[in-house]
């Protein structure tokens, strides 16, 4: 008799770790982080504009867990163009983890775009004229600048690209030059820049008919 009631009671305390068990939920989602105002006009900011990049933030969202906080790996240098990830997890009780990336641009075109008084000088360091020179950056491309009248040239349309502190004119050709002087003219070059203001020196290399001729143009803004 003792040996079945100990049976039955066995059975009965089985059978209820069974139902516990089977009422039990396991967790397995993960949390949903979702940023704050993750658009190209948070995500983009002007070089040396600001002395700390302000984290617009996010939200997380848990089927379970609620009050969950994301942490955020990495930093934004806005004295340095560039491109600069955050990386947003949150973990929950169940050690399931939520990432979201926010893509931060510091961007050296916005910096230098405006108006300058441009110099053009030649190999020797004769200058050969001054004029006006009005950059603007890329409303496409970031860390992008566009100028109109690169080395002194009618319709010198010529781009460059920022990174750090240094603007290059990766190697382009465009017809340019006044009556009587248009041709395919091929141009690269490289400067820098500094927080302290937008006035800079760009060295280049212009490649006409096969023939190669250095310079250098001077830009202070006004």
Known sequence: MKKLSFLLASIVLFGGMITISSCSKTDTTSPVVTLTNDDATHNRVAQFSITTYVDPGSTVTDDIDKSLVATVAGTVN??????????????DKAGNKGTATRTVTVDGGMYLAGSFNAEDFDASNVSQGTYTETCASSTITTNKINFTKFAFYTNGSVYGTCS????TIP???VTC???GNV???????????????RNFTINYSETTNSTTVTGHDTYSAF
């Open 183 to 197: 041709a395919d003219r091929t141009f690269t070059g490289s400067g820098t820049y500094s927080s302290a203001n």
């Open 171 to 173: 190697q382009q050709t």
């Open 164 to 167: 750090g502190t240094t603007i």
């Open 177 to 179: 030059g006044s009556v």
């Open 78 to 91: 806005m004295l340095s163009a560039g491109d600069y990830p955050l990386v947003y997890t949150a973990t």
